[in-house]
Protein backbone atom coordinates (compact mmCIF):
# COMPACT_ATOMS: atom_id res chain seq x y z
CA UNK A 1 0.00 0.00 0.00
CA UNK A 2 1.17 3.33 -1.13
CA UNK A 3 2.07 5.48 2.40
CA UNK A 4 0.06 8.42 1.01
CA UNK A 5 -2.91 6.74 0.99
CA UNK A 6 -2.72 5.77 4.67
CA UNK A 7 -4.52 8.41 7.18
CA UNK A 8 -3.53 11.32 8.39
CA UNK A 9 -3.26 11.17 12.24
CA UNK A 10 -5.82 12.97 14.64
CA UNK A 11 -4.36 16.13 15.54
CA UNK A 12 -5.75 15.60 18.53
CA UNK A 13 -7.32 12.27 20.12
CA UNK A 14 -9.82 14.50 21.94
CA UNK A 15 -10.46 17.89 20.72
CA UNK A 16 -13.52 18.31 22.19
CA UNK A 17 -12.21 17.98 25.93
CA UNK A 18 -9.56 20.29 24.99
CA UNK A 19 -9.58 23.57 27.37
CA UNK A 20 -9.90 26.88 25.58
CA UNK A 21 -6.97 29.26 25.44
CA UNK A 22 -7.54 32.42 27.28
CA UNK A 23 -6.87 35.32 25.09
CA UNK A 24 -3.73 36.92 26.00
CA UNK A 25 -3.65 39.88 28.01
CA UNK A 26 -7.58 39.28 29.60
CA UNK A 27 -8.23 38.56 33.06
CA UNK A 28 -9.26 34.25 33.82
CA UNK A 29 -12.77 33.26 33.59
CA UNK A 30 -13.73 32.52 37.07
CA UNK A 31 -15.62 28.89 36.62
CA UNK A 32 -18.35 28.34 38.62
CA UNK A 33 -18.01 25.59 41.13
CA UNK A 34 -21.99 24.79 42.18
CA UNK A 35 -20.73 24.74 46.29
CA UNK A 36 -22.40 27.37 48.50
CA UNK A 37 -20.99 30.07 49.51
CA UNK A 38 -21.38 31.98 52.68
CA UNK A 39 -24.06 34.82 53.04
CA UNK A 40 -22.03 37.68 53.03
CA UNK A 41 -20.38 36.40 49.84
CA UNK A 42 -23.58 35.33 48.38
CA UNK A 43 -24.86 38.85 48.88
CA UNK A 44 -21.76 40.81 47.44
CA UNK A 45 -21.87 38.66 44.53
CA UNK A 46 -25.36 40.09 43.84
CA UNK A 47 -23.99 43.39 43.83
CA UNK A 48 -21.17 42.62 41.95
CA UNK A 49 -23.59 41.75 39.18
CA UNK A 50 -25.27 44.61 39.16
CA UNK A 51 -21.98 46.77 39.44
CA UNK A 52 -21.05 44.87 36.20
CA UNK A 53 -24.18 46.51 34.38
CA UNK A 54 -24.24 49.65 35.98
CA UNK A 55 -20.88 50.94 35.19
CA UNK A 56 -21.96 50.30 31.32
CA UNK A 57 -25.16 52.31 31.65
CA UNK A 58 -24.40 54.43 34.60
CA UNK A 59 -24.95 58.04 32.00
CA UNK A 60 -29.11 56.60 31.94
CA UNK A 61 -29.58 57.40 35.62
CA UNK A 62 -26.72 60.38 36.25
CA UNK A 63 -28.97 63.19 35.85
CA UNK A 64 -31.98 61.01 38.25
CA UNK A 65 -29.30 60.35 40.74
CA UNK A 66 -27.14 63.73 41.09
CA UNK A 67 -28.15 65.96 38.70
CA UNK A 68 -32.08 66.67 40.18
CA UNK A 69 -31.27 67.53 43.46
CA UNK A 70 -28.56 69.94 42.15
CA UNK A 71 -31.05 71.30 40.09
CA UNK A 72 -33.56 72.21 43.08
CA UNK A 73 -30.40 73.32 45.45
CA UNK A 74 -29.58 75.77 42.26
CA UNK A 75 -33.29 76.85 41.72
CA UNK A 76 -34.28 77.23 45.17
CA UNK A 77 -31.10 77.79 47.14
CA UNK A 78 -29.26 80.51 45.29
CA UNK A 79 -32.27 81.82 43.18
CA UNK A 80 -35.04 82.07 45.46
CA UNK A 81 -32.45 81.46 48.43
CA UNK A 82 -31.27 84.88 47.67
CA UNK A 83 -34.77 86.95 48.16
CA UNK A 84 -35.18 85.27 51.65
CA UNK A 85 -34.55 87.82 54.43
CA UNK A 86 -31.28 87.00 56.46
CA UNK A 87 -32.42 85.95 59.83
CA UNK A 88 -35.43 84.32 58.60
CA UNK A 89 -34.28 81.10 57.89
CA UNK A 90 -33.80 78.59 61.01
CA UNK A 91 -30.49 78.59 62.66
CA UNK A 92 -29.74 81.81 61.16
CA UNK A 93 -28.32 80.53 58.26
CA UNK A 94 -28.53 81.14 54.51
CA UNK A 95 -31.33 79.40 52.85
CA UNK A 96 -28.68 77.54 50.56
CA UNK A 97 -26.89 76.31 53.35
CA UNK A 98 -30.58 75.30 54.87
CA UNK A 99 -31.94 73.85 51.83
CA UNK A 100 -28.93 71.32 51.08
CA UNK A 101 -28.91 68.85 53.54
CA UNK A 102 -32.59 68.57 53.27
CA UNK A 103 -32.03 68.10 49.47
CA UNK A 104 -29.27 65.24 50.42
CA UNK A 105 -31.92 62.79 51.72
CA UNK A 106 -34.51 63.73 49.24
CA UNK A 107 -32.15 62.33 46.71
CA UNK A 108 -31.45 59.12 48.70
CA UNK A 109 -35.44 58.86 49.05
CA UNK A 110 -35.76 59.76 45.22
CA UNK A 111 -32.88 57.31 44.01
CA UNK A 112 -33.85 54.40 46.61
CA UNK A 113 -36.96 54.71 45.26
CA UNK A 114 -35.88 54.36 41.73
CA UNK A 115 -33.45 51.44 42.55
CA UNK A 116 -36.60 49.14 44.18
CA UNK A 117 -39.60 49.82 41.90
CA UNK A 118 -39.35 48.92 38.14
CA UNK A 119 -35.54 47.33 38.18
CA UNK A 120 -36.97 44.44 41.01
CA UNK A 121 -40.11 44.04 39.61
CA UNK A 122 -37.74 43.83 35.71
CA UNK A 123 -35.40 41.02 37.42
CA UNK A 124 -38.77 39.08 38.28
CA UNK A 125 -40.71 39.47 35.72
CA UNK A 126 -39.16 40.65 32.30
CA UNK A 127 -35.07 40.37 32.68
CA UNK A 128 -35.90 37.26 35.21
CA UNK A 129 -32.28 37.69 36.62
CA UNK A 130 -33.47 36.51 40.25
CA UNK A 131 -34.58 33.51 39.09
CA UNK A 132 -31.60 32.74 36.99
CA UNK A 133 -29.78 33.85 40.77
CA UNK A 134 -32.53 31.43 42.48
CA UNK A 135 -31.02 28.55 40.42
CA UNK A 136 -27.66 28.49 41.68
CA UNK A 137 -26.50 28.46 45.08
CA UNK A 138 -27.61 31.71 46.18
CA UNK A 139 -30.51 31.69 48.31
CA UNK A 140 -33.58 34.21 48.14
CA UNK A 141 -32.76 35.46 51.58
CA UNK A 142 -28.95 36.44 50.09
CA UNK A 143 -30.72 37.92 47.03
CA UNK A 144 -32.66 40.55 48.93
CA UNK A 145 -29.29 41.32 51.22
CA UNK A 146 -27.61 41.77 47.62
CA UNK A 147 -30.47 43.99 46.23
CA UNK A 148 -30.28 46.10 49.57
CA UNK A 149 -26.54 46.15 49.55
CA UNK A 150 -26.40 47.98 46.38
CA UNK A 151 -29.30 50.05 46.77
CA UNK A 152 -27.13 51.58 49.53
CA UNK A 153 -24.34 51.71 48.00
CA UNK A 154 -26.02 53.47 44.93
CA UNK A 155 -27.09 55.71 47.80
CA UNK A 156 -23.42 56.18 49.16
CA UNK A 157 -22.17 57.13 45.35
CA UNK A 158 -24.56 59.27 44.24
CA UNK A 159 -24.92 61.73 47.98
CA UNK A 160 -20.93 61.85 47.77
CA UNK A 161 -21.13 63.20 44.13
CA UNK A 162 -23.72 65.21 45.36
CA UNK A 163 -21.81 66.96 48.31
CA UNK A 164 -18.50 67.99 46.20
CA UNK A 165 -20.77 69.41 43.99
CA UNK A 166 -22.96 71.59 46.66
CA UNK A 167 -19.42 71.95 48.30
CA UNK A 168 -18.48 74.07 45.31
CA UNK A 169 -21.58 76.22 45.52
CA UNK A 170 -21.25 77.39 49.31
CA UNK A 171 -23.61 75.44 50.32
CA UNK A 172 -21.90 73.15 52.20
CA UNK A 173 -21.59 74.36 56.24
CA UNK A 174 -19.38 71.68 58.26
CA UNK A 175 -17.28 68.41 57.55
CA UNK A 176 -20.27 67.06 59.74
CA UNK A 177 -21.95 66.87 56.48
CA UNK A 178 -20.24 63.55 55.99
CA UNK A 179 -22.18 62.02 58.76
CA UNK A 180 -25.53 63.78 57.42
CA UNK A 181 -24.61 61.43 54.06
CA UNK A 182 -25.12 58.04 56.51
CA UNK A 183 -27.92 59.33 57.50
CA UNK A 184 -29.73 60.57 54.50
CA UNK A 185 -28.64 56.83 53.23
CA UNK A 186 -30.31 55.22 56.23
CA UNK A 187 -33.33 57.19 55.24
CA UNK A 188 -33.17 55.90 51.86
CA UNK A 189 -32.63 52.41 52.82
CA UNK A 190 -35.77 52.75 55.49
CA UNK A 191 -38.02 53.59 52.38
CA UNK A 192 -36.83 50.96 50.07
CA UNK A 193 -36.74 47.99 51.97
CA UNK A 194 -40.75 48.07 52.51
CA UNK A 195 -40.94 49.05 48.87
CA UNK A 196 -38.86 46.14 47.58
CA UNK A 197 -41.25 43.75 50.33
CA UNK A 198 -43.80 45.13 48.45
CA UNK A 199 -43.07 45.07 44.65
CA UNK A 200 -42.01 41.32 45.25
CA UNK A 201 -45.87 40.79 45.02
CA UNK A 202 -46.88 43.16 42.16
CA UNK A 203 -47.53 40.98 39.37
CA UNK A 204 -48.87 43.70 37.02
CA UNK A 205 -47.20 46.79 37.40
CA UNK A 206 -49.94 48.79 36.20
CA UNK A 207 -50.35 51.97 37.59
CA UNK A 208 -49.08 50.50 41.20
CA UNK A 209 -45.82 51.58 40.87
CA UNK A 210 -46.37 55.09 39.20
CA UNK A 211 -48.50 55.66 41.82
CA UNK A 212 -45.71 55.44 44.53
CA UNK A 213 -43.88 57.93 42.85
CA UNK A 214 -46.85 60.45 41.95
CA UNK A 215 -49.14 59.52 45.58
CA UNK A 216 -46.33 58.58 47.79
CA UNK A 217 -42.53 60.22 46.78
CA UNK A 218 -43.57 63.48 45.90
CA UNK A 219 -46.34 64.56 48.69
CA UNK A 220 -44.01 63.51 50.79
CA UNK A 221 -41.24 65.53 49.29
CA UNK A 222 -43.30 68.24 49.71
CA UNK A 223 -44.72 67.98 52.95
CA UNK A 224 -41.76 66.35 54.95
CA UNK A 225 -40.06 69.67 55.90
CA UNK A 226 -37.65 69.66 52.78
CA UNK A 227 -38.58 73.33 51.98
CA UNK A 228 -39.55 74.84 55.18
CA UNK A 229 -39.84 73.65 58.59
CA UNK A 230 -42.66 71.74 59.65
CA UNK A 231 -43.98 74.09 62.14
CA UNK A 232 -45.13 76.31 59.65
CA UNK A 233 -47.76 73.40 58.21
CA UNK A 234 -51.35 73.25 59.38
CA UNK A 235 -51.53 71.11 62.72
CA UNK A 236 -53.19 68.46 61.54
CA UNK A 237 -51.17 67.74 59.10
CA UNK A 238 -48.28 67.77 60.42
CA UNK A 239 -48.74 64.18 62.13
CA UNK A 240 -48.20 62.54 58.37
CA UNK A 241 -45.16 63.84 57.88
CA UNK A 242 -43.84 62.35 61.58
CA UNK A 243 -44.16 59.10 59.95
CA UNK A 244 -42.17 59.89 56.84
CA UNK A 245 -38.89 58.42 56.75
CA UNK A 246 -37.72 61.56 54.63
CA UNK A 247 -38.87 63.98 57.73
CA UNK A 248 -36.59 61.51 60.25
CA UNK A 249 -33.74 61.78 57.69
CA UNK A 250 -34.47 65.27 56.89
CA UNK A 251 -34.05 65.81 61.11
CA UNK A 252 -31.00 64.13 61.38
CA UNK A 253 -29.06 65.76 58.55
CA UNK A 254 -30.02 69.14 58.92
CA UNK A 255 -29.74 68.94 62.73
CA UNK A 256 -26.01 67.17 62.33
CA UNK A 257 -24.70 70.04 59.95
CA UNK A 258 -26.42 73.13 61.49
CA UNK A 259 -26.31 72.26 65.30
CA UNK A 260 -29.42 71.78 67.55
CA UNK A 261 -29.84 67.76 67.24
CA UNK A 262 -30.14 66.89 70.91
CA UNK A 263 -28.89 62.96 71.40
CA UNK A 264 -32.55 61.28 72.29
CA UNK A 265 -34.64 63.21 69.39
CA UNK A 266 -31.53 61.90 67.15
CA UNK A 267 -31.84 58.10 69.15
CA UNK A 268 -35.61 58.49 68.54
CA UNK A 269 -35.20 59.27 64.39
CA UNK A 270 -32.47 56.84 63.98
CA UNK A 271 -34.27 53.74 65.77
CA UNK A 272 -37.47 54.72 63.72
CA UNK A 273 -35.70 54.34 60.55
CA UNK A 274 -33.80 51.44 61.97
CA UNK A 275 -36.78 49.93 62.45
CA UNK A 276 -38.19 50.01 58.96
CA UNK A 277 -35.26 48.85 57.58
CA UNK A 278 -35.42 45.66 59.50
CA UNK A 279 -38.90 45.06 59.04
CA UNK A 280 -39.04 45.59 55.22
CA UNK A 281 -36.23 43.74 54.97
CA UNK A 282 -37.64 40.71 56.47
CA UNK A 283 -40.50 41.35 54.91
CA UNK A 284 -38.51 41.56 51.74
CA UNK A 285 -37.24 38.52 52.52
CA UNK A 286 -40.29 36.44 52.93
CA UNK A 287 -41.93 37.64 49.90
CA UNK A 288 -38.88 36.73 47.32
CA UNK A 289 -39.40 33.03 49.22
CA UNK A 290 -42.55 33.13 48.38
CA UNK A 291 -42.45 34.12 44.86
CA UNK A 292 -39.17 32.40 43.38
CA UNK A 293 -40.40 29.28 44.82
CA UNK A 294 -43.23 29.19 42.37
Known amino acids: ?15 ATEPAEEPTGTRPRRRATGRPVGAWRAAFLVVEGKW ?19 LFLL ?7 S ?34 TFPVLSSF ?27 AARLLLSGGIYLVVAAFFGGVRSPLVLLSLLFATL ?8 LVAYVATVDDEGQSLGNIFRFVLMP ?9 PL ?19 TELARGTVLGGLELWPALGHAAYLLALLAGGAALAARNFRRRLAN
Open 1 to 15: MNDSAQPAPAASAHP
Open 52 to 70: TWYKRNWRATFFSSVGQPL
Open 75 to 81: ALGLGIG
Open 83 to 116: QVKPGSVPSGVSYLEYLAPALLVVAAVQNATGES
Open 125 to 151: KWQRVYWGINASPITPYQIVGGQLLWT
Open 187 to 194: AGMAFAAP
Open 220 to 228: MTLFAGTFF
Open 231 to 249: DRLPDLVQPIAWITPLWHG
